[in-house]
């Protein structure tokens, strides 16, 4: 085999990777690394932001309680709503998508992607 012929393969090899890759936007198939960078970091830094204020927040709440049972029952409330919280920030990401990524992949990679 040539070089050239080889050039040849290579070269249509490639552009049938770019067609592939394309096919896959066209599909909603496809989430572009920094579209998936920067949901994450929101996401995370959202998140963060809450934890950080758990042990303020907490501590004022269960200062003037005098049951074990009672705090733990304060901090398990206050968990369950730092999961809601993340399950609305991811929700809030996903209705800022375009319609039409936001219609595949609600129930597939985007939540996928977040769960």
């Given at each position: 085999?040539?070089?050239?012929?080889?050039?040849?393969?290579?070269?249509?090899?490639?552009?049938?990777?770019?067609?592939?890759?394309?096919?896959?936007?066209?599909?909603?198939?496809?989430?572009?690394v920094a579209d998936v960078a920067?949901?994450?970091?929101?996401?995370?830094?959202?998140?963060?932001?809450?934890?950080?204020?758990?042990?303020?927040?907490?501590?004022?709440?269960?200062?003037?309680?005098?049951e074990v049972a009672r705090c733990?029952?304060?901090?398990?409330?206050?968990?369950?709503?730092?999961?809601?919280?993340?399950?609305?920030?991811?929700?809030?990401?996903?209705?800022?998508?375009?319609?039409?990524?936001?219609?595949?992949?609600?129930?597939?990679?985007?939540?996928?992607?977040?769960?």
């Amino acid at each position: 085999m040539t070089d050239l012929t080889a050039e040849r393969i290579r070269k249509v090899a490639a552009e049938a990777q770019l067609a592939e890759m394309e096919l896959a936007k066209a599909r909603h198939e496809y989430v572009g690394v920094a579209d998936v960078a920067s949901a994450w970091s929101e996401v995370l830094s959202a998140v963060r932001g809450r934890l950080l204020s758990m042990p303020t927040t907490l501590a004022t709440i269960v200062a003037n309680e005098n049951e074990v049972a009672r705090c733990q029952a304060i901090i398990e409330t206050y968990d369950s709503l730092l999961v809601s919280f993340y399950s609305a920030t991811k929700i809030s990401l996903i209705q800022r998508l375009p319609e039409s990524e936001k219609r595949s992949h609600t129930s597939s990679t985007v939540t996928r992607m977040f769960s």
